[in-house]
């Protein structure tokens, strides 16, 4: 149970710290970097108690029941793999959060920067510590939405827009391939629990869906890690704050795509369609991320490409199905975490410092930014594999594997490309120190303004650096519990011999490396010939490329839907509804048999063959005063009201309850709208087409009708609704059974009612935002040009009378929640009662004199709805039931009495706000619609006024 507990704490910290960050928007950037810093750093110390018998072996996990039917289970695990990667996870996110706290500029939104930064940080963490393949889902697209924050931070800046659509667009497309390739993957093993699916690997290579799989899964990957031909994205996510790109490349979104390599390489790898994809793929990204970076300018373009090159390295030793060579990729995944987070922190100092990253504007800065030079230094030379640095370790393990596999069947290409490649990650290496901090000062300006920043800036680069340098001067000491422990789980076996040290002898890795460093070198004295014939050159570029097919598809795509689909939205209802008609033909037509079944009906009493007429009437009446939009509202309300009396008749008080109140507030939401637009819409369709569509209404009606009564007059199967009525009070703990089946027995379906509910407001909340400007706002201004009187005015009978009534009503609505679980009412239909008093409240008092006294936000008020419902579902998992599960007992006070509190209530009022927020919201739209084009007008008929003044005689 403490290991349930502390997984559990581990994985909600984060998400808990971005919720309070939110909640504390307004205040300081130390509050916000603060909580930011401190679930960082308790994350990393509970993940530190759990090392030592992670590290000996054992595995930590944690289950806890989820959608049990479709496999998806809450399920922890770490292992060392998951300890390594949530180490970094956690480790660099705490020095990335006080860097920022230092980088960031005054003025800027620190609330909404570290509660994305953090909600980042907890899907990460989600993903490494998965242990179910489904949950891990989840969390991938959790990253894609959480880096799209994060990128497009500074939203004024359209390169941050760009890079933040071309981030998720990428990303997110890869993970629809994922989702697909991961669950093909349990099915193939079957089971969707990360541990069985390990276990099963040779059953799963087995398989003939087993190349889908995999193709499917590496898309996935390489779209998150960058890998040619998806590595575009990445350089364009630069525009983000240098504090996510450090936590970026370092440690996260771009590590997922390696992680889920190293993860699923017992189950993938060793297969020649595994071993030639994904090494060819990684072999062709290292070189070109490398090539690209030497001729780059920008500092974090250069560190870019220089990611995608490193990352490149990763998937192609992850590729070679060789253990010695997943053994270089884990050590190599610990040196890249330590000097790339570096060299972009040290990129963002120059930048804060000088005013530029421009490496053509800069140079000479050693002397004024010592410090500074001195950490980008030394980290360049880890990326670059220079000893003593622990870059150089990993590198030569990498060189060392490669002619252990003949790719495509020669043995000496392998070996090639790597040096070709590692002599290129020299050349911007050298490049990117050379051109920063030594030679002439190439800007006076620049160079000026340069220094070294205070400790708050350098502490966290001077760490990382100074982990870079250990690991090459002890990694034995330093990395190689971690590094072998961590091999064998990605190799599913014992780890190969470990031996981590600067010098092995002479031999063919030795001898690539000094090839290696030698090219790197000859490049960079000649990179000012290279980069003339490259800027001559016309090569092709990925991103346009991307962007051309994506407006070809996006232009054919359109043509399709036009020739296949009229944009007429009557005919395509029309299309639809005569399909749905004939098919119910088709059906009873070969169905066979009577249409009324064997049994009995009930005798219709007098009022409801009367209520049943004026049903009819009112139809026909919307049908025919189709024009007279006030007119059709009317009749409209009148067939809901006749359905709540059916309701009433049947015995179904809650649901009547809740169908008066939801046309109560439909109508009075109408009103508001039709306040926007004209008495009488022009003529829609002339006869030929309106006696066609009636036609084909009452023919539907008829079959429809026929259908049900069908349906109703055959004999009951085994009704569900006996073991509700006997369950509802001992299972629930209440009496009113529809109620408890909606907050207790099928919660789920409500938390996504409201969930769809909430989106719906602030749906419409978007579309009406704009409503008021423009073409639009001209069109509501003409409209309302036969209204003489502002919305503003109101009759002081109606406002006497909602102040008297307002508190009258809210008391009922507090009287129906209080009493759902047992008598008619519930969340729902108070929410609808108090929106309803809200809504009379504006109609009578205005919108400016009700708004001004609002203390509630519409937003937050449905935001905390969601919150409220989905925190007591998991309020229950916590305590070891299934999610959403309810309980209750009995309570007695002084004076009061015996009473009972179930844990519903917290749902049911989680429901209450979102379902009053989203009608609020609504109605606050509507009003400042109407607030705005009345203004308008005035101002229209003001303007022409004075025109008409001026040019009299």
Not at 213 to 228: E, H, R
Not at 613 to 639: G, P
Not at 645 to 654: I, N, T
Not at 826 to 854: E, M
Request: hydrophobic share 60%.
């Amino acid at each position: 149970m403490a290991i349930a507990a502390t997984l559990a704490t581990l994985l909600v910290l984060p998400f808990a710290a971005a919720l309070a960050i939110a909640l504390v928007g307004g205040a300081t950037r130390a509050v916000h970097s603060g909580l930011a810093a401190a679930a960082s750093a308790l994350g990393l110390a509970l993940l530190g108690s759990l090392a030592p018998e992670v590290l000996s072996g054992a595995v930590m996990q944690a289950r806890w029941d989820w959608v049990p039917s479709l496999g998806l289970d809450l399920a922890l695990m770490v292992d060392p793999l998951g300890l390594m990667f949530a180490a970094l996870i956690l480790g660099i996110g705490l020095l990335v959060a006080l860097y920022a706290h230092f980088y960031l500029y005054p003025g800027e939104a620190t609330g909404r920067f570290f509660a994305s930064l953090m909600l980042f940080q907890g899907a990460m963490l989600g993903i490494v510590i998965a242990g179910n393949v489904l949950l891990l889902l989840v969390f991938w697209e959790l990253t894609s939405l959480a880096s799209f924050l994060l990128i497009g931070f500074w939203q004024h800046k359209p390169e941050a827009r760009q890079g933040a659509r071309l981030a998720l667009a990428i990303t997110g497309g890869g993970g629809l391939a994922l989702i697909g390739g991961l669950v093909l993957l349990g099915l193939l093993a079957g089971s969707f629990d990360l541990a069985t699916i390990l276990a099963r690997g040779a059953a799963v290579r087995a398989a003939p869906l087993y190349p889908l799989a995999l193709g499917l899964i590496l898309v996935g990957c390489f779209t998150k890690s960058a890998q040619f031909p998806f590595h575009f994205w990445l350089p364009h996510a630069m525009a983000a704050p240098t504090p996510v790109s450090a936590y970026l490349h370092s440690a996260t979104m771009v590590k997922a795509g390696v992680f889920l390599l190293a993860r699923l390489w017992p189950v993938l790898a060793g297969t020649e369609l595994y071993t030639v994809t994904v090494t060819s793929v990684g072999l062709v990204t290292m070189i070109l991320g490398a090539v690209v970076a030497l001729f780059r300018h920008d500092l974090k373009s250069i560190l870019a490409y220089s990611t995608i090159s490193q990352l490149g390295m990763l998937v192609m030793l992850l590729g070679m199905s060789l253990k010695a060579a997943a053994l270089a990729a884990v050590l190599h995944i610990l040196n890249h975490a330590a000097f790339k987070a570096a060299l972009f922190m040290g990129a963002g100092i120059v930048e804060h410092e000088t005013g530029t990253r421009d490496i053509r504007r800069l140079g000479g800065l050693a002397k004024a930014m010592p410090i500074t030079a001195l950490i980008a230094t030394l980290a360049a030379a880890s990326m670059a594999g220079v000893p003593p640095m622990g870059g150089f370790i990993s590198k030569e393990l990498m060189l060392y594997q490669t002619d252990k596999l003949a790719l495509f069947g020669q043995p000496w290409l392998l070996p090639l490309l790597a040096t070709l490649g590692a002599g290129f990650s020299v050349a911007y290496s050298l490049r990117l120190v050379a051109h920063q901090f030594f030679g002439a000062p190439r800007e006076a300006e620049a160079h000026a303004r340069a220094h070294d920043p205070g400790i708050g800036l350098i502490a966290a680069p001077a760490l990382l650096t100074t982990l870079a340098v250990l690991l090459g001067l002890i990694p034995m000491a330093l990395a190689a519990p971690l590094v072998a422990a961590v091999t064998g789980v990605v190799t599913g076996g014992a780890p190969p011999h470990l031996d981590l040290a600067l010098w092995h002898g002479v031999n063919l890795a030795l001898v690539l490396s000094l090839a290696a460093l030698g090219g790197g070198a000859l490049l960079f004295w000649r990179h000012g010939a290279l980069m003339a014939l490259w800027e001559r050159a016309t090569l092709p570029d990925a991103k346009r490329l991307f962007e051309t097919a994506l407006a070809f598809a996006d232009r054919w795509v359109r043509k399709g839907i036009v020739a296949l689909h009229t944009p007429s939205l009557q005919r395509m209802l029309l299309a639809v509804f005569a399909v749905t008609v004939l098919l119910v033909i088709e059906g009873a037509l070969t169905g066979g048999g009577a249409l009324p079944g064997g049994r009995p009906g009930l005798a219709a009493p007098l009022p409801a063959v009367i209520a049943w007429a004026l049903l009819l009437t009112a139809c026909a009446a919307v049908v025919n005063e189709a024009r007279q939009r006030f007119a059709v509202l009317i009749y409209v309300s009148v067939i809901g009201l006749i359905i709540s009396l059916a309701f009433v008749e049947l015995s179904a008080p809650d649901l009547a309850l809740t169908q008066i109140s939801v046309e109560v507030v439909t109508v009075l939401l109408l009103l508001l709208a039709l306040n926007l637009l004209p008495k009488s819409p022009p003529s829609l369709s002339g006869a030929p087409r309106r006696w066609r569509d009636g036609v084909l209404a009452v023919l539907g009606g008829t079959l429809f009708g026929g259908l049900a009564y069908a349906m109703l007059t055959r004999a009951p199967g085994e009704s569900i609704s006996a073991w509700h009525l006997a369950n509802a009070k001992p299972g629930g703990g209440g009496t009113n059974v529809v109620n408890v089946i909606l907050v207790d027995f099928r919660a789920f379906d409500t938390l996504g009612e409201i969930i769809v509910l909430g989106i719906a407001g602030l749906t419409i909340y978007a579309l009406l935002d704009t409503t008021a400007r423009g073409a639009a706002g001209a069109r509501l201004g003409t409209w309302r040009e036969d209204m003489p009187h502002s919305p503003e005015r109101h009759p002081m009978m109606l406002l006497a009378a909602s102040r008297i009534i307002l508190p009258l009503t809210l008391t009922v609505g507090i009287y129906l929640f209080l009493r759902g679980h047992n008598q008619p009412g519930g969340g729902f239909i108070a929410a609808l009662v108090v929106a309803i008093a809200f809504l009379v409240q504006y109609l009578a008092a205005g919108f400016d004199w009700s708004d001004a006294r609002k203390r509630f936000g519409e937003h937050q008020m449905i935001g905390w709805g969601v919150l409220v419902a989905m925190g007591t579902g998991l309020a229950a998992m916590v305590l070891g039931a299934p999610f959403l599960t309810s309980a209750y007992d009995y309570f007695s006070l002084p004076l009061i009495g015996t009473f009972e509190l179930a844990s519903a209530m917290a749902f049911d009022a989680g429901v209450f706000l979102t379902v009053f927020g989203a009608v609020m919201l609504a109605l606050a739209q509507l009003s400042h619609i109407a607030r705005r084009a009345a203004r308008a007008h005035a101002a229209r008929i003001e303007a022409e006024g004075a025109g008409a003044g001026e040019s009299a005689p």
